[in-house]
Nanobody, 115 residues
Framework: QVELVESGGGLVQPGGSLRLSCAVS????????LAWYRQAPGKERDLVAA???????YYTESVKDRFTISRDDAKNTLYLQMNNLEPDDTADYYC?????????WGQGTQVTVSS
């Protein structure tokens, strides 16, 4: 079982920055893939960024050059640094872990980009 707890969401103006954190309950290096998803009101949950255990990264096109996914192995924490935020980035952001042949999700953290 892997427990994931997100934090760091909030209200930010367009052009601002936020850093989301996802605390992982197990050795983060034992997880094959960690990812951030987001779900805007009335829309499906979509992949934003992913990080594999061998440090390969993926970003959806709309966040490339603005968002950075990373992890701190000592703290067992996954991060999503979000810069130059846009109103279209408004969503609930979820952390996901693929490990032991299963998928685990956090409870989400809300990000609102508005002036």
């Amino acid at each position: 079982q892997v427990e994931l707890v997100e934090s760091g969401g909030g209200l930010v103006q367009p052009g601002g920055s936020l850093r989301l954190s996802c605390a992982v309950s197990v050795d983060i290096l034992s997880i094959n893939t960690l990812a951030w998803y987001r779900q805007a009101p009335g829309k499906e949950r979509d992949l934003v960024a992913a990080l594999t255990s061998d440090d390969r990264t993926y970003y959806t096109e709309s966040v490339k050059d603005r968002f950075t996914i990373s992890r701190d192995d000592a703290k067992n924490t996954l991060y999503l640094q979000m810069n130059n935020l846009e109103p279209d980035d408004t969503a609930d952001y979820y952390c996901k872990a693929d490990a032991y042949g299963l998928h685990f999700w956090g409870q989400g953290t809300q990000v609102t980009v508005s002036s």
